[in-house]
């Protein structure tokens, strides 16, 4: 199986938040993981919001700068999902970086894993939700 992993997840890996354990359990399932490339940006801005308000050092920081892209089996470039992803974005008035994820989940045919309400929220009105599943019940569905 493959999974789609967005930033609301791959920043879990390194720094502690609610539903890091289950994160965690993403990225030690053994599954095939994936991610528009774009996840590498977004984690670096957030892990740089985090060292910015303090929650982090900046070696920590720099760490996931280092590693992220590392922890991925493959990285598929945004240039390849970004039509598919405009269309979504346009259709349903939602943010297009968002958008990136679940296009490559429906591309995919994978489960995107993701922490953010607002793309389960996306998924839902898009009649996409088979593809989709909350980082919540991740760690439930491995037992």
Known sequence: MTLVVDASVAIKWFVEENRSDAARAVLTSGESLVAPDLVVPEACNAAWKKVKR??????????????????????????????????????????VYDCFYLALAETESATLVTDDTQILALARKAGLSRWVQPLADFAKRKR
């Open 54 to 95: 303090g929650e982090i050092s900046q070696e920590q920081g720099a760490a996931v700068a280092r590693v992220l892209p590392m922890s991925f089996d493959r990285l598929i470039p945004t240039a390849e999902l970004a039509s598919r992803a405009f269309a979504l974005g346009h259709q349903f008035e939602h943010p």
